[in-house]
């Protein structure tokens, strides 16, 4: 397992919903091309870190380094977007009329509003990068014919690949497996962990054999804050742990 120092560091992180502490005092670091996957049971606090992350929820208190130079909470959502940091929601949202090599086309435009003849002339290093992504998400057999053809778990897929195509530092995956056959799970541990070194991935997921089989460190949140951190083993046998997810 290769480590190369944070990417990614929260500081006393709290955040505030009308008094309520979604996030209290969140410490978390992510190093440099890790593959942590973060649990939880419901209203942890997990889509609220996320979103603090992206800077879409602004911290009552603590501060959010990205690197070794940018302090996330004076820059807004595109601004932290093009730092290289991607993240992919739960419900897959490709372009199902477009054929899966225009998705990819259509991602290398920072904003997906963009016109699609804005890309039309495409430099062949950019015709390269899509044949590359397509071979990591494993669609390259199907890359001319329409997204709205793929299976559920094909599209997210294509999604991770759309994200990929912006080369991220840092992804941030929300329940990638949810809806998925068992196929398509181990598919996506495979993907998950060729991307890891590469880029770092945070993965929130409720799956637990799927934790298991791609994580190497698993951070615990409950009520806003990191109750247990280590391998699935420490974390599973950890008696605070226990004791959230049997009293849930
Ligand atoms: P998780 O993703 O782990 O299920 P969330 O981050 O969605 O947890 O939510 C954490 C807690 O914060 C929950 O109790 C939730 O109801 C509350 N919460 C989340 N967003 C808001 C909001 N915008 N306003 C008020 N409460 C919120």
Redesign the pocket.
Known sequence: DVRHGPILYLEDVTVS??G?K?INNLNLTIDDGELRCII?P????????MDIITGKTRPTQGSVWFGSRHNLLNMNEPEIASLGIGRKFQKPTVFEALSIFENLELAMAADKRILPTLTARMSGEIQDRIEEVLATIGLTELRHRPAGILSHGQKQWLEIGMLLMQKPRLLLVDEPVAGMTEQEMERTAELLTSLAGKQSVVVVEHDMGFVRSIARTVTV?HQ?SVLAEGSMDQVASDPKVVEVYLGA
């Open positions: 919903f009308d309520f979604a939880g419901n209203g942890a606090g997990k889509t609220t870190m949140l806003g």
